[in-house]
């Protein structure tokens, strides 16, 4: 599958972002996803995940209250709301996505392990 990422701008502090993730061509179900980010000089970090059916969803500590992800699997797509915005939230976000099944076992949150990744979309929060 591929994923396009998109949303990303240049935001001040406090502000709001809705980042996108399509996967091209299909839906979503039976997908687990992500958002993972990337700032100048630093490693790849988990931001966000959701399981395939979308009930559950876990979030890094740094920004929960603030971000929520969700999905619309007939739409074929991941977002990523992003309220409160700071500086240190400025980086390169990827979607990403793993086909799980449709299995009810297998509807849990990935941190890891994902396959597919878009192509990144630039966050850029100003002070």
């Known amino acids: 599958v591929q994923l396009q990422a998109s949303g990303g701008g240049l935001v001040q502090a406090g502000g709001s972002l809705r980042l996108s993730c399509a996967a091209s061509g299909r839906t979503f179900t039976g997908y687990a996803a992500g958002w993972f980010r990337q700032a100048p000089g630093n490693e790849r970090e988990f931001v966000a995940a959701?399981?395939?059916?979308?009930?559950?969803?876990d979030y890094v500590d740094s920004v929960k209250g603030r971000f929520t992800i969700s999905r619309d699997n007939a739409k074929g797509t991941v977002y990523l709301q992003m309220n409160s915005l700071k500086p240190e939230d400025t980086a390169v976000y990827y979607c990403?996505?793993?086909?799980?099944?449709?299995?009810?076992?297998?509807?849990?949150?990935?941190?890891?392990?994902?396959?597919?990744w878009g192509q990144g979309t630039q966050v850029t929060v100003s002070s």
């Open positions: 959701i399981s395939w059916s979308g009930g559950s969803s």
């Open positions: 990403a996505a793993k086909y799980v099944g449709t299995a009810t076992y297998r509807d849990y949150v990935r941190t890891v392990g994902y396959d597919y």
